[in-house]
């Protein structure tokens, strides 16, 4: 290509020929390969590990970090499991200390967001710590949960902190965070939220959504007619 490319440069042969000469093979080879290969990381692969959560057998499919054994009912069985350089289930790490919940010993887990302490029991038992030992912490908030009565927390996930209820799981009330600024619509009464997009863009709603429909890529500053930056 690099010959053809300093020709192209020098006048001597004309740079949409050689375009033509790449692309009509290419444009073969795409359609055939369109129509014939499969996906081999959309079809799961047969492995001879059976899930410890249902029973049922476990496969072998693809994710952004790899290769994972899933089971196969899912999504009514969510059990999954890391697997090693050699394509073996990777067993968590150990550690001498025991769940407070259940007694059994915790071991090391890694997710998106990095290490952390789960117990083994898993999913008889859902207890994890940080690696310091610490119990994942929440923040305390003054408000109560409409649903259930009890306090509500601020809780993080991977799209960012959020308001949930303390008694989770057993009730599963979740809210976003409030900004501290009114929704500028008159009579609304109701407060801008943080709230994010499909396409996992950030905006700002009004909390008495449906029936206010304010909605502002920024906080409207308080005490000004601007507007100002997130």
Not at 90 to 96: K, R
Not at 142 to 161: A, L, Q, T
Not at 191 to 216: N, T, V
Request: charged residues 30%; glycine residues 10%.
């Amino acid at each position: 290509m690099n010959p053809q490319l300093d020709k192209i440069e020098d006048g001597k042969i004309v740079w949409l020929d050689v375009l033509k000469e790449f692309y009509e093979p290419f444009k073969n080879y795409l359609e055939r390969a369109v129509g014939e290969m499969k996906s081999v990381k959309g079809t799961p692969e047969e492995s001879n590990k059976i899930c410890t959560v249902c029973g049922q057998p476990m496969v072998i499919r693809w994710g952004k970090h790899g290769k994972f054994l899933g089971c196969s009912t899912f999504p009514k069985c969510k059990s999954t499991l890391l697997l090693d350089e050699k394509g073996e289930p990777a067993a968590p790490e150990t550690t001498d200390q025991k769940c407070e919940k259940c007694g059994s010993a915790m071991v090391v887990r890694a997710s998106r967001h990095g290490k952390f302490l789960a117990c083994s029991a898993y999913p008889n038992c859902k207890n994890t710590k940080s690696l310091t030992g610490e119990t994942t912490k929440v923040e305390p908030t003054n408000e109560k949960c409409e649903k259930c009565g009890s306090p509500m927390v601020i809780r993080f996930s991977k799209k960012g902190r959020f308001m949930g209820c303390s008694a989770y799981p057993k009730c599963r009330n979740i809210k976003s965070l409030p900004t501290g600024v009114k929704c500028p619509n008159e009579g609304c009464g109701g407060d801008l939220i943080q709230r994010r997009s499909k396409k996992g863009g950030i905006f700002f709603g009004c909390s008495k959504y449906p029936e206010c429909d304010y909605i502002a890529k920024e906080l409207p500053d308080t005490t000004t007619d601007t507007v100002k930056e997130e």
